[in-house]
């Protein structure tokens, strides 16, 4: 019996080590260990709380994003390089946009457009008419417009 108890003792000594080593305890009886294990666990729990605001604070400023998407031009030499951006999927803008520049009397010359998870317009064009730069400005306002049109028109 005195072994059996002796085995108990030993290994009830070895676990109070283990957790006096991962709490960082530098208790030596078997009480302080175990309080300030029970301080380290409110510790962990304090920053799983902490952690989890955090990430709640985050999840709800990514949800708040500018619901317009972001439009940059760029006159080139013969024409324009148009940029649109949405961290949205945007059914049917593309169609918006492509006809604010053929009411600008612009021609798309190339296009690259994805519109799975978020919508990404990089069109390069020049004037139909003569074929020489375009006020990016004038080309940046129609977009923005269409933008507006399309936007109205999904709310219906």
Known sequence: MVSREHKREAALHEKLQLLRS????????????????????????????TLNQDIADSQN???VQDPWPMVTVETLEKGFQTNVV?????????????EAFEE??????????SCTDNFHLVAFGENEESGESVD????????YEAIKNWSESDQD
């Open 136 to 143: 990016a400005q004038v080309v940046q306002q129609a977009v």
């Open 61 to 63: 400023s990514s949800d």
């Open 86 to 98: 949405s961290e949205k999927s945007c059914p049917g803008m593309l169609v918006f946009i492509l």
């Open 22 to 49: 991962i709490t960082n305890s530098h208790a030596l009886n078997n009480t302080s260990i175990i309080i300030d294990a029970s301080k380290y666990i409110e510790d962990l729990k304090q920053k799983v709380e």
């Open 104 to 113: 600008l009397g612009l021609n798309v010359l190339e296009a690259r457009v």
